[in-house]
């Protein structure tokens, strides 16, 4: 009869635990479209909207075209960014850049979707966007 009201004791505890173990949200980036001047491509840009600075950041940000017209990349995202740093400012822009060439990568694509998933010292993150039809992103609410 012991061991059975061990085991309903630890059910209850672990039960109880789940219950209240449940991470605040932290969402600490804005997202926007900037238009490449006289061209319809587009950069990407994220601002550290938290309003406190991010120690030891890092994140990859997915860009995603649901409707591209191969069906294979329509299940994964057609362009991947990595980011991280000792300390990121509060408003502080962060654009994108191809590696050794100094120059902001354009967006040439239409963009469906846009997901940053990362880590600092202030917590982990996971954010989704969507595109609207005037192609300004909106997040995506868990």
Known sequence: MKP???IVALLLLVGVGCATSKPREFAPFDARFETVPGGGAQH???INTSGRH???FRFA???WNEHSRYWLQQRRPF???QGSGAELPVAKPIRFRLVGL???DSLVEPVTRLEVVGHC???KFHQ???VTEVDHLQPVRP
Do not use: C
Request: net charge negative; no cysteine; hydrophobic share 45%.
């Open 4 to 6: 059975s009201l061990a």
């Open 44 to 46: 990407l840009v994220l």
């Open 54 to 56: 991010l120690h030891n």
């Open 61 to 63: 940000a997915h860009v």
């Open 79 to 81: 362009r991947d960014y």
């Open 102 to 104: 100094g120059v902001e």
């Open 121 to 123: 010292d202030e917590g």
């Open 128 to 130: 989704v966007w969507t």
